[in-house]
């Protein structure tokens, strides 16, 4: 994902969600230098509501290595009313570089050196 790209992965809630820290963990393969902005969405029959938003640049590794970079933080958001249907969705969005392919979450794990991305709800 590049310079005004943004790309989403959506989840069906099963349930509510209850206030309280989202654990984010988007270990990156960084192509070129780029500033990216994560939001979590709750996605309703009335649209969609930003529950957090944040934002993080990145450098590409030195000598043009394409290992994974650890990423991981504590994000607080409110509580989520889920109805049937509505779906929690991570978006991230990338700015400000010359590639667009300058971040690409680590699909591959450990094989690239870093963890699949995840995210732990509240309990």
């Known amino acids: ?64 290595s394409f290992r994974a970079q650890p990423y991981e933080l504590d994000v607080v958001a409110p509580a989520i009313d889920a109805a049937s249907g509505d779906q929690f969705i991570f978006r991230y969005t990338g700015a400000n570089t010359t590639s667009m392919m300058a971040f690409i979450p680590n699909g591959d794990g450990a094989t690239a050196g870093g963890r699949i991305p995840n995210i732990t709800l509240p309990r």
């Open 1 to 64: 994902m590049g310079p005004g790209g943004s790309l989403e992965a959506e989840f069906t809630l099963k349930d509510s969600v209850p206030a309280g820290t989202y654990h984010v963990i988007v270990d990156a393969i960084i192509i070129r230098s780029v500033d990216v902005t994560f939001d979590l969405v709750h996605r309703h029959a009335g649209g969609d509501t930003t529950l957090a938003t944040w934002m993080q640049h990145f450098d590409p590794l030195p000598g043009g």
